[in-house]
């Protein structure tokens, strides 16, 4: 509630406001408040204007995120593709394998060298797939061991489903697994490589040497030997002087001479003895080779031993050709040859015949050895020793009379079937 | 031309259209302020009379909304303030159209100060106590006297302390006025009677203002010629249009004077019995002019001659004592010719009234300019001269 004061001076004052020259008495106007509203929209354009701009700037950040995941994506995809191709098409076998040694995934080449079916390898232990005397802790072992280092390699035996056991070389690799939540998971990468061939190869090898040294041995003596007889008789047909001796010691000292040239001639044939390792061969088409550069025109031959492959030493077409030649030198009038095989417990047995006159059966037991066969001795010793370099033995089991059977005792492992050629149109 | 007049002197005045129809252009200056919803601020007489429909047509021929709030009497009080400020902010209105006769357009004023400053109306009594300026406010005049369609005055009435309060201050004085003299011809004898005497105080009490210019004079001078010349026959034929618009046009430069010399006892003395007693104000005017007049007369002669003169008068042969009887009488014989012959005892005023009556009119702002500053004794025996 207002007061009211009663003095002139209050009348002096209104007067003088409702002239209204005083610096409040101000007629309305609106344009202060336009100027306010002005700089209020001016103020939101340029925060529009700067909003518009973030939002073109964070579109532009956006679409260079995009393209740079699109782009990743394509990596990732393009990678993916790679250890697709490369997981499926290794000749290796891959596992994967969770750190307590569980099986999470493996290739096709799993599969097929153990001959399991993909649930079977889910459910297996690592000791169910391995060979005697390998155990799960073993396993754990060496898991650990990858987990820990990040890899490790070592060789280990495996057992197929049918209980063969083969040499495998293992390389352990630990591999960070990305989960869903983008927590990591470790787990082990095993890449797996049969090398049972390369285990072979190396016995072959080994057993290459050994034999190069023996006859090696063999050939020094067996010269030494004969040109220690060879020098008597010269010395002996110096000092005499009755011509028909002295005819004799130059026989005799040809003789020795011809076998020390036989002698040599059997080392060129197994210089090459374990020169390159040995490889699974056609037996087919070697026998084929081997024949050709004999007369075989008037031959009748009989080959059932189409797909088989043997693991062999590279000299085995030498080791066919020394067969069938002793059938055509010692047969007396061979006509007919077969090529045949029989599998069995012990392995696959090739069998090679003819219907010339055989061997004697006190012969039987020395035409493998050196010197034992009819003219040099030296053919059939040396096919045994070619044969025998991958394990394979060879035995003369005909009846004298009714022709020749050689069988050649593959072991397990050391032969197989080709798959036959696909037809095409 | 005396020393006073080269002081400096302000002359605030709205936009105003004067003419027949004016009222139409409502809707065209509501668009130009930008209001979409507008608040009419009206009396039922003056919605019977169709006048209002005039205005809110134009309105929704430019598609601006309105709400109309008609909630006031004579003699606007506080509470009809308040109440059309809630209505305004209830619509969400953004301008305001006054229609009518002093009481809605003072409203209208409150209306509008409220709403900008959110306070209560009785809290900005006095001079430029305004802070916030109200929103546009477009004034169309239906009484040919309020003069408030352009001036700076609002007077409201206190209810509780019963006294009419004077809002002044530049900031109310309308954006526009659309002065139609069409309106005016709805208007009953009797209140075109008391509202042209209203008009003819408004100039009387503007030219012998100690608030007073060459400019305002100008308007007081043409305002007391026009009323005297032409309300007497429009009360006689309140048909005549021609009639209407020059006591339109006298009301208008009474406004234009008033507003910038304010006013005087009168108007101090009239506000104290309209608060007092409700009485209609340009009947208490009317009631009081011709005592106000003698009581103010000695202390500027001149100017009441010039009033005397403007009433066509011819003081020339006249003593000083026969000119100031020559002049309140020509006011005396006008009031009586338009049928105001009452007292303010024949309105109920009593002697008992008086002290408070004369207090009151002593705290009126218009007091302030009046040419004569009286002391209560003098507020109490013009009072009784007049009751």
Redesign the interface.
């Given at each position: 509630m207002k007061k009211h004061s009663d003095t002139r001076t209050d009348w002096q004052v209104q007067r003088d406001r409702i002239i209204g020259l005083g610096e409040t008495s101000l007629r309305k106007s609106y344009y202060p408040e336009l100027r306010e509203k002005i700089a209020e929209l001016e103020k939101k354009n340029r925060e529009l204007h700067e909003a518009y701009e973030r939002l073109a700037s964070n579109e532009e950040e956006l679409r260079q995120n995009y393209d740079e995941l699109s782009r990743r994506e394509q990596e990732i995809r393009s990678a993916k593709h790679y250890l697709e191709a490369i997981y499926e098409g290794s000749p290796d076998m891959i596992f994967v394998h969770s750190s307590d040694g569980h099986i999470i995934d493996v290739n096709d080449n799993v599969l097929l060298a153990y001959g399991v079916s993909r649930e079977e390898i889910h459910a297996a232990a690592p000791s169910d797939m391995s060979g005697k005397g390998y155990t799960n802790e073993m396993a754990l072992g060496k898991f650990q061991a990858a987990l820990k280092t990040g890899k490790t390699e070592f060789e280990w035996f495996g057992k197929r489903k049918n209980g063969e056991e083969f040499p495998l070389e293992i390389r352990l690799r630990r591999i960070d697994h990305v989960r869903d939540d983008g927590t990591i998971e470790p787990r082990v990468l095993a890449i797996v490589r049969d090398i049972s061939e390369a285990k072979m190869a190396e016995r072959a090898l080994d057993q290459a040497r050994k034999k190069l040294k023996l006859l090696n041995t063999v050939i020094f003596q067996d010269i030494q030997s004969t040109v220690f007889a060879l020098s008597a008789y010269i010395q002996l047909s110096g000092s005499s002087r009755d011509g028909t001796k002295v005819t004799a010691y130059l026989d005799k000292e040809a003789f020795l001479i011809s076998k020390i040239v036989s002698s040599l001639n059997f080392t060129k044939n197994y210089q090459d003895l374990g020169m390159q390792p040995p490889k699974w061969q056609n037996v087919g088409q070697v026998f084929l080779y081997a024949i050709s550069h004999l007369d075989s025109l008037k031959i009748e031959r009989r080959m059932e031993v189409e797909g088989l492959e043997i693991y062999a030493d590279l000299l085995l077409e030498k080791v066919f050709f020394n067969l069938v030649e002793n059938s055509f030198i010692h047969g007396q009038g061979v006509t007919e040859i077969s090529l045949t095989y029989r599998e069995s417990m012990d392995g696959m047995t090739i069998v090679l015949t003819d219907n010339g006159v055989g061997i004697e059966s006190e012969q039987k037991s020395r035409i493998f050895e050196q010197g034992g066969g009819k003219s040099s001795g030296l053919g059939l010793f040396l096919a045994r020793e070619i044969l025998s370099i991958t394990g394979i033995t060879i035995r003369e089991t005909g009846e004298a009379g009714k022709g020749v059977r050689f069988e050649l005792l593959i072991p397990k492992g050391a032969y197989r079937f080709a798959e036959p050629p696909q037809k095409t149109r | 031309m005396t020393k006073e007049q080269f002081e400096?002197?302000?002359f605030?005045a709205p936009e105003f259209v004067i003419g027949s129809d004016a009222r139409f252009l409502t809707g065209r200056y509501a668009k130009n302020f930008g209001a979409q919803n507008v608040l009419v601020v009206t009396g039922p007489h003056i919605i019977e009379a169709g006048w209002v429909r005039d205005v809110t047509a134009s309105l929704e021929e430019d598609d601006i909304a309105f709400t109309v709030f008609s909630g006031i009497t004579s003699n606007p009080r506080d509470s009809e303030v308040m109440a059309g400020a809630a209505v305004y902010d209830e619509a969400g209105c953004d301008a305001i159209v006054a229609v009518g006769g002093g009481s809605p357009i003072d409203c209208a004023k409150g209306i509008g100060i409220v709403s900008s400053n959110k306070k209560n109306i009785l809290d900005f009594?006095?001079?430029?106590q305004i802070r916030v300026?109200?929103p546009?406010m477009i004034c169309i005049p239906t009484t040919a006297g309020t003069g408030a369609d352009v001036s700076?005055f609002a007077i409201i009435n206190d209810t509780q302390?019963k006294v009419k309060i004077a809002i002044?201050?530049?900031?109310?004085?309308p954006d526009i006025a659309l002065v139609d003299p069409e309106p005016l011809t709805s208007l009953s004898p009797e209140l075109t009677a008391h509202t042209g005497m209203d008009a003819i105080t408004h100039s009387v009490e503007a030219f012998v203002s100690?608030?007073s210019s060459p400019v305002t004079d100008v308007h007081a001078f043409e305002s007391i010629q026009l009323m005297n010349g032409f309300l007497l026959k429009a009360y006689q034929d309140p048909e005549n249009l021609e009639y209407r618009f020059q006591t339109m046009l006298g009301s208008l430069s009474a406004g234009l004077a008033f507003s910038?010399?304010?006013l005087g006892a009168v108007h101090a003395m009239a506000h104290s019995l309209g608060g007092f007693s409700d009485l209609p104000h340009g009947e208490c005017n009317s009631l009081l002019l011709e005592h106000v007049m003698a009581f103010n007369y000695d202390s500027c002669p001149e100017r009441y001659e010039t009033v005397g003169k403007a009433m066509g008068l011819n003081l020339a042969s006249l003593s000083p004592l026969e000119r100031k009887e020559r002049i309140i009488g020509s006011v005396r014989n006008l009031r009586e010719a338009l049928g105001i012959t009452d007292t303010l005892g024949d309105l109920g005023v009593t002697n008992g009234d008086i002290p408070q009556l004369a207090k009151n009119a002593?705290?009126d702002?218009c007091?302030?300019?009046n040419p004569r500053?009286p002391v209560a004794a003098d507020i109490e025996r013009i009072y009784e001269e007049a009751l």
């Open positions: - | 400096l002197r302000k605030v009594e006095g001079v430029d300026p109200p546009p700076q302390r002044i201050s530049k900031m109310i004085v100690n608030a910038n010399a304010s002593l705290h702002p007091m302030a300019t500053q």
